[in-house]
């Protein structure tokens, strides 16, 4: 969609690139796994729930979800324990591990466990039900905004990079790891 030439305009892939920084660097790096996941500073409640919100904009799930999730994966991290697990491949650990249902990483009680801290929060919990949500409203946002190019590069080829952005930090360094650190 994103290359056809009526989805086309260099203002677009400028947003592109901006959104993409944006939501993978600021909101899924830093917000969610940084802030969130490892509690690695403080920040303003204000800029925390901006950060996060702006995480939520990459589309990876809730915050409750997507800290309880990660921190099963350093918990238990290339082992049956890790959602993501290298061990079982690199295609497996970089997406295929999200296109099936284990009731191990998906049991909303095990994932409220590892992300505790968060659950009680209204503003957490409601991005977390409504992330879906706020994603359609962001892209109608953009429809209003610059048309069709703004949305076939700001919401679905952004989406895609910043997916494999993100996964690509997980397979790469873990299957890096796995291979320079074994017997």
């Given at each position: 969609?994103?290359?056809l030439?009526q989805?086309?305009?260099?203002?677009a892939?400028?947003?592109?690139?901006?959104l993409h920084?944006?939501?993978a660097?600021?909101?899924?790096?830093?917000?969610y796994?940084?802030?969130?996941?490892?509690?690695?500073?403080?920040?303003?409640?204000?800029?925390?729930?901006t950060?996060?919100f702006?995480g939520?904009?990459?589309?990876?799930?809730?915050?409750?979800?997507?800290?309880?999730?990660?921190?099963m994966h350093?918990?238990?991290s290339?082992?049956?324990?890790?959602?993501h697990?290298?061990v079982?491949?690199?295609?497996?650990?970089?997406w295929?591990?999200?296109?099936?249902?284990h009731?191990?990483?998906?049991?909303?009680?095990?994932i409220e466990?590892?992300?505790?801290?968060?659950?009680?929060d209204?503003?957490?919990q409601?991005?977390d039900?409504y992330?879906i949500?706020?994603q359609?409203?962001f892209?109608f946002?953009?429809?209003?905004?610059?048309?069709?190019?703004?949305v076939?590069?700001?919401?679905?080829?952004?989406?895609?990079?910043?997916?494999?952005?993100?996964?690509f930090?997980?397979?790469a360094s873990?299957?890096?790891?796995?291979?320079y650190?074994s017997?």
């Amino acid at each position: 969609l994103a290359l056809l030439p009526q989805a086309f305009s260099w203002s677009a892939v400028l947003l592109m690139i901006f959104l993409h920084w944006l939501t993978a660097s600021i909101g899924i790096c830093l917000g969610y796994h940084r802030y969130l996941t490892h509690r690695g500073f403080d920040l303003p409640r204000w800029l925390a729930y901006t950060v996060v919100f702006i995480g939520t904009l990459a589309y990876q799930n809730g915050p409750i979800k997507w800290v309880g999730q990660h921190r099963m994966h350093h918990a238990g991290s290339d082992t049956d324990d890790d959602p993501h697990n290298v061990v079982k491949g690199l295609l497996w650990s970089h997406w295929s591990w999200m296109l099936f249902r284990h009731t191990k990483f998906d049991d909303t009680e095990r994932i409220e466990t590892f992300a505790k801290d968060l659950v009680s929060d209204p503003f957490y919990q409601f991005l977390d039900k409504y992330f879906i949500v706020i994603q359609f409203i962001f892209g109608f946002i953009l429809l209003g905004i610059g048309g069709l190019p703004f949305v076939a590069w700001g919401i679905f080829l952004r989406l895609v990079l910043v997916y494999h952005s993100t996964w690509f930090v997980n397979s790469a360094s873990h299957m890096f790891c796995l291979l320079y650190t074994s017997p």
